[in-house]
């Protein structure tokens, strides 16, 4: 069974401290500029962790925000502070990649809810001293948006020459492309789509359950108790992490081969390396992640829906829309197949927006988005090109 | 989240008891009659409930086994004696059902390691006089059917007129082909393969970890320590759930639909149809399964690999059977996709097989085999219907 390999007190220390005084930029907002949530209360006050990279131009007009899925955070292009990794898509943001980062400035917030700086469940709540816990009040992808506004008013930033993401980081786009359509030049909104799926929120319904059964957690109030529901958080991660990847995928990096033995040890052991992956995928996701934040944004997602706000038409939600727009969807992804692209090109068609559509042909599942996929990235750069052109920004 | 609504105690001394002394016919096989198990163990003794519907002919000619998948117990045409519920799979088998039980007599035992009466980790260990718990050996699918021929002798009854399952209960039967070729006429795997993917290992592997991470699973001695690893079982089985299911059916069933009530409530209650229906799914799961056995089961399936037997040459396997073969899919089904159909197939036809084979277009995913499927009985009466004239036998 996972084993928790970390020590609870250093680990509870480290995470509320990050969530406080992350090792990243940061802008809080005092109470003369509260939050307003979708749940219909003020978040106040509140904070905002980010990284940039790259230089703002005189005329303010390169500016490109990067927005992360549920389990990413600000350290998109820079080693990360907690686990020492590589950022999460160095392939896709930094100098000379497709969102070069010697002709743009690259701008990644943590998301409101999560935990790494930008206030979530795991920060302190003001009125207590002690962390939110589950009385921070739940939070949507217009939540997000919303609090990446307000940074950008906060760095004088108007509009956005791009905004970029995958999966959750897709759904913040097109909530951008549909609140602030002034606001955005260019957008690329990647297998993602415009609602969360009855299945998908089966899964991620499955993953809070799985935390919550966890008696470490509390009722949310573990950092308060000194627990820590890392089981039952690695549980959600394991069985996620399985709709990350395709079948294909998983057969061609594993198929039935046996991990470190040459035959079945008839245990409960981890005999299939495809167990001890998932195990390994478990343990080192909760080393870095909080559990009531992973509560907050499946939740977000699951609430999801551009058409809801739009009386059920989605071609409203994009109606006239001045921003143009670059949809890519995997062909092997089933978390968010190429099926929800489509809808997102036939809403921005019938809304007469500007919309170039691929359909990368791999293998490798949702999680290609994150990956080596030089078409991916042919495709970005092709795009960022001609809206740069578009929008006047010089070559690097 | 998920409650307990058990009553602790009663449910386990219940559980003990249909372990021990089943609702069920029994053969108790004693210290001359061990099951000889592949992890090199004998287990003995052990016992095997089963039911049995229709009468076996004078030329004992007119057997048809009933192979359960992994949740299954013998109670398939029957009211369940535990959930008052109908048998499992009353469609497909009764009185002028598709397997007819005024022709045929339908025997269906509950597996080695499951949890109904045929020993298993909550069966007692004669050893120790307590359930066996993780000291029960790995079992694997051939042991199953080592277990089923015994029972077959038992009775009687030399060579099966069919046999036939879907899922784990799919398994069985193609392994019985395998290991007892002379003794079954016709074959019926459903919705199942010759070996367990990747990705179905990996699923597996969450549940097992979401049981095993639960605190009251007490390294498999719950049932000795008066716990119950409900809510970890639960989990598991809301994981479970949605592979059974396909996208599509879960969206017509549910959508996006709020649960009684018309907005969110920007909570974690179960706001979605499809949560409420998932947590449901899991709290009647638990009343009436053994946590260890849900152990035992996903185990024997992700051991499950037919090849492995004969070198890695499936076709093998089945050379100059002289069995005949029904070969059924279901075009939804992502757990056991038609391509793993096609390869038994495949193999069965390079074995110089009788082999017949249906795709049958359902968007009800794994599940379809246990459902309201018109073409899936069409498809079992008239093989059946072939295969009893080619035996000469005489119509109901």
Redesign the interface.
Known sequence: ??EAQISITRELADRIREAESPQSQLVRFGPDKPLRL???VDLSPFQIAYQTYGALNAERSNAVLIAHALTGDQHVANTHPVTGKPGWWETMVGPGRPIDTERYFVICPNVVGACMGTTGPSSLNPRTGEPWG?DF??ITIRDMVRAQAMLLDHLGIGSLFAIAGGSMGGMQVLQWAVSYPERVFAALPIATAT?????N???H??G???V????EWRLGRYLMEGTNPS??L??AR??AH?TY?S?VA??R????RLQDRSN?T???D???Q??SY??HQ?ISFVERFDANSY?YLT?AM??F?IA?DFDGVLANAFKGTPTRFCVISFTSD?LFPTSDSRAIVHALNAGGARVSFAEIASDKGHDAFLLEEPELFAIVRGFLDGAGKARGLKKA
């Open positions: 069974m996972v979708d749940a219909g589950l009040p739940v609602r969360h799926s009855a299945q929120i089966a899964f319904e499955v809070r359950q799985a919550m059964a966890d008696p089981r039952g690695a549980v394991m069985g399985i990847l079948d998983l057969h990096k594993f198929g039935r079945h008839f245990s409960f981890a005999d299939f495809v167990e998932l195990r478990g509560l939740r699951d609430y829906d809801g089933w």
